[in-house]
């Protein structure tokens, strides 16, 4: 199947009516778009936009989809170039078109092409947001070669929500577990030096590697608060066999705080998530 048939198909299947909404895969389109502006992970990547680049004009969203970041950020008054390969009119650029005409935007532009293809000049534009879309690169140096490339001297790249894995054998566990693969076939991931070598390479700085349990834009659609509930879950359990061990001296601060920064213990454990989701917040030099 091709993507556009995956999301097709999976529309109608109720094992997936969960991730079909989570994932802004519904087949209204205006629907997608407006639940992902209420989403706590676009407010996040807002803010970001704010703090890095609080003048921001021009921004270049690449690998888009079906739209849903590139209409809100023109809704949000960016003037917009939307970059995506697929033509299609349920994921890919086909329905970015449609949006534009039917909400009157004249601030977004739609070209269809590869990120290791863009065609735009040097030095361009203010911000390049890449969301979920640099884990499928044909090419990872190239892909973020082409990114740092357009951007403006101390421009920023922010590329949200890619999948990382530690070697090879934890990208199997990730590829057999993902509920999509197996439709399609498209998925991949990278590990976090190969990402980080990359933007090196293209001449840029990282100012953060958001890891999974970092930022709300990684672990969303779960909430700070369920995330919260698991870290104070898993130190309860994690002190009970403490306590087991060494008696009640184990509820005290300072014993708990020294075993876990000793025993390098963390409650929220992001090596049994396959494919876990990172972050990344890019300044060219």
Known sequence: MTWDETIRYIRILPEHSVLVEKAYFDEDLHLNVRRFSESDEFKETLKIFKKYKPNASKVLDVGCGNGISAINFALKGYNVSAVEP??????????????????????????EDFAENINFPNNFFDVVYVRQAMHHANNLDKFIKECVRVL???????????????????????L?????????????????????????????????ELKYFDSIINYFPATTKEVL??????????????????????????????YCLLSSYKPLNETTIPGRIYSYIVIKK
């Open 229 to 258: 509930i698991l870290k104070n879950s898993n130190e309860l359990r994690q002190k009970k066999k403490l306590i087991n061990k060494l008696g009640s001296i184990a509820n005290n601060w300072l014993v708990w705080n020294l």
């Open 176 to 208: 057999s577990s993902h509920p999509l693969q197996k439709y399609y076939g498209g998925e991949n991931a990278f590990t976090s030096i190969e990402y980080k070598n990359a933007f090196k390479k293209a001449g840029a700085k990282i100012i953060k």
């Open 152 to 174: 403006k001297p101390s421009g920023l790249l922010l590329t949200i929500r890619d999948h990382v894995i530690y070697n090879e054998k934890d990208k199997e566990w990730f």
């Open 86 to 111: 697929d033509k299609s009119d349920t994921v890919g650029a086909g329905a970015i078109k449609l949006l534009k005409e039917e909400l009157n935007l004249e601030n977004i532009e739609i070209f």
